[in-house]
């Protein structure tokens, strides 16, 4: 077993100490729960991640047209055009 030592305020120690004793935990007991903890399941998307998933999206919206319309493909050529654009724009990208 090892031993970590922190420094904390009274308030934060007397938290500390409540929430253990309502959990009906040591103080360690708690800490430890606490700390081991799942980690979060997602992570706050980057710029480009958030642009990408936003381009999926709008892929997933162009197939749905063209499987609507199939005849009609005028408005999947301007979602295309603004997918295209919008990376483009995001990423400094020019072909």
């Known amino acids: 077993m090892a031993n970590i ?3 904390v305020s ?3 120690k007397a938290l500390i100490h409540s929430n253990a004793k309502a959990a009906g935990l040591t ?3 708690w800490i430890e729960l606490k700390c081991a903890g799942e980690p979060p399941k ?3 998307p980057t710029k480009e991640r958030a642009t990408l998933i936003q ?3 709008n892929l997933g919206h162009i197939r749905r047209l063209l499987e609507a ?3 009609d493909t005028s408005a999947a050529q ?3 055009t603004f997918i295209a654009n919008k990376i483009h724009d995001e990423f ?3 072909s």
């Open 5 to 7: 030592n922190i420094r």
């Open 42 to 44: 997602r992570k706050a």
């Open 55 to 57: 381009a999926l999206s």
């Open 10 to 12: 009274d308030e934060t």
């Open 92 to 94: 400094d990208y020019d």
């Open 69 to 71: 319309q199939p005849e």
């Open 27 to 29: 103080a360690t007991s």
């Open 78 to 80: 301007a979602q295309i």
